[in-house]
């Protein structure tokens, strides 16, 4: 009853009856009671922002960030904020050059990066005819992001909304719809439901979450119509060769006795599908393409973690042995499969994926980059998180 208790504590989780992995998965992190997320903000940013030019190298780096998170204890920093304002400040410099008025973020933390941003552009001479908006779905986050930016003089260019950005309506019936857009979304895709999925005798299944008598368990069921999963599935299909995908099913079979799953990033196929009613844009998304040791069974299988004094701790299963909405929940990119999905929402649509080092030197304007050496001459903004990447999507 205890695990019910947590599983259904809100109404938004009570209508959930046997829901789809994706929709427990966006219970765990979104719900607007019980959710990751909707509870003390997960991010923040550093006590002060790093001057690179202060450290020896990478060592004394690590140890200033291993200190920053003793110092937040159960919050997580992103690249954004340890990079502060230097991340930001490589975004800006990609904006002054496409030239673009109107900007979105999808998912804004705590707010550093639009700050850092906008501060950029406005120093920059870009002027004032720009404006920048949040798409949270957080109301603590956007909250934070509110406060941040007005402190921070901002709040004649900034406004942080209270949206889904997967959902349709977030983005149908906007005036300006047809602006040229810049769409942001810095490990925004990680945290986006996926479902779960296995070939049992050539024959693909889903799987729905059940709570009996307390206790959350998997369901495989035969595929419906639900068209996410079908839509998702063929993008995840089309870019890999029969041969090759059947071989290695039937090789995890004969070796484990069990078929291995599939994560399907549905969660980003709805975002995609979504953002395809703002006519005119450039999505600029960038997350991890690969996570070390995870333990859940499957490809693109999450890690299941939570801050405990400052130091990552992987729970290792996604249900149950934790309270609901307790735990992040973050899963690796496939890149190509993404760039399959995009195609399917804008077929001439354009894509581009790089290394997040290599965008970020690329972006970063080239007076800027000494700024960000430690004394050895390492860059951390481009040598670290090396399971980066960036990925441009654009209608033209």
């Given at each position: 009853e205890q ?9 938004r989780?009570e209508?959930?009856v046997?829901?789809?992995m ?8 979104y719900d ?27 060592e ?6 291993a ?6 204890g159960?919050k ?13 400040v490589?975004l800006?410099s990609?904006?002054r050059?496409?030239?673009v ?7 804004s933390?705590s707010g550093t990066?639009a ?12 002027g004032s ?7 949270e779905?957080?109301?603590a ?19 942080s909304?209270v949206?889904?950005?997967t ?17 942001l979304?810095m ?6 439901p996926?479902d779960?999925v296995v070939?049992v005798?050539?024959v ?12 959350v ?9 639900d ?5 998702t599935l063929?993008a995840?299909?089309s ?11 039937k090789?995890?079979?004969e ?16 975002l ?5 009613h703002?006519?005119?844009h450039e999505?600029?998304l960038?997350?991890f393409d690969?996570l070390p040791?995870?333990?859940i069974a ?6 299941v973690s939570?801050?405990?004094d ?10 149950g ?29 354009k894509?581009?994926v ?9 972006a970063l304007?080239?007076?800027?980059h000494?700024?960000?050496?430690c004394?050895d ?11 980066t ?8």
């Amino acid at each position: 009853e205890q695990m019910r208790r947590l599983a259904f504590g809100s109404a938004r989780c009570e209508r959930l009856v046997n829901p789809l992995m994706r929709e427990w998965i966006h219970a765990m992190l979104y719900d607007s009671r019980d959710g990751y997320f909707a509870k003390e903000a997960p991010v923040a940013p550093l006590s002060s922002a790093i001057d690179f030019n202060t450290l020896a190298g990478r060592e004394e780096y690590l140890e200033r960030v291993a200190g920053e998170y003793r110092i937040l204890g159960t919050k997580w920093l992103t690249p954004s904020e340890i990079f502060s304002p230097w991340f930001g400040v490589a975004l800006a410099s990609h904006i002054r050059r496409t030239g673009v008025r109107r900007i979105m973020e999808i998912g804004s933390g705590s707010g550093t990066l639009a700050m850092d941003i906008i501060t950029h552009l406005k120093a920059s001479g870009y002027g004032s005819e720009f404006s920048f908006t949040s798409i949270e779905i957080s109301e603590a986050l956007a909250e934070t992001q509110r406060r941040r930016l007005r402190e921070a003089g901002h709040g004649d260019v900034y406004v942080s909304r209270v949206a889904d950005a997967t959902k349709d309506d977030t983005w149908i019936g906007d005036g300006d719809a047809q602006v040229p857009t810049l769409i942001l979304g810095m490990e925004v895709l990680d945290n986006l439901p996926h479902d779960k999925v296995v070939q049992v005798d050539g024959v693909w299944h889903q799987t729905r979450v059940a709570v009996d008598g307390g206790a959350v368990r998997e369901v495989l069921e035969p595929f419906t119509d639900d068209e996410l999963i079908c839509t998702t599935l063929d993008a995840y299909e089309s870019i890999q060769g029969e041969r090759t995908r059947d071989s290695v099913l039937k090789w995890v079979f004969e070796m484990t006795g069990t078929p291995d799953p599939v994560w399907l990033p549905t969660g980003a196929q709805s975002l995609l599908n979504a953002i395809r009613h703002v006519p005119n844009h450039e999505l600029l998304l960038a997350d991890f393409d690969f996570l070390p040791n995870v333990v859940i069974a499957g490809e693109n299988a999450p890690i299941v973690s939570s801050t405990v004094d400052g130091k990552a701790v992987d729970r290792g299963e996604l249900l149950g042995g934790t309270p609901f909405g307790s735990v992040d929940v973050f899963f690796p990119t496939d890149f190509r499969l993404l760039s399959a999905m995009y195609r399917s929402t804008q077929p001439t649509g354009k894509v581009c994926v790089e290394k997040a080092g290599s965008f970020l030197q690329g972006a970063l304007p080239e007076g800027e980059h000494a700024r960000i050496r430690c004394r050895d001459g390492t860059a951390p903004l481009l040598e670290d998180y090396e399971n980066t990447s960036f990925a441009r999507f654009s209608t033209s």
